[in-house]
């Protein structure tokens, strides 16, 4: 619960100045946000994986709030990719922070 809290904390202290498209995306990938972002994207991937692992497959996947949250991971994980990053992908991370939360 503290990592979900940090995140949304670090997530809602990010600010965008009037640039291009361009401009922003290639400072964001050089700035602090996206390597703590990565950071978080990690850990959560961890406990994904954490979680089937303790369940097992069949277990993991019984469950659609298990299966909801893996979509999310793997969104997650591509939005972090440089060239997906200020893409639509967002989303995933926004409502991984919600559905989390």
Not at 81 to 100: D, H, K
Request: aromatic share 18%; glycine share 4%; charged share 20%.
């Amino acid at each position: 619960m503290g990592a979900i809290v940090a995140n949304a904390i670090v997530t809602a202290t990010m600010h965008f100045k009037t640039e291009t498209h361009e401009d922003i995306q290639r400072d964001l990938v050089t700035d602090k946000y996206y390597y703590i972002e990565v950071g978080f994207t990690i850990f959560f991937d961890l406990e994904a994986l954490f979680k089937i692992w303790c369940l097992g497959p069949r277990g993991y996947f019984r469950q659609s709030i298990h299966k909801f949250e893996l979509l999310l991971t793997v969104g997650t994980s591509i939005h972090i990719v440089p060239n997906f990053y200020l893409t639509a992908f967002t989303y995933f991370q926004v409502i991984n922070l919600v559905e989390r939360y």
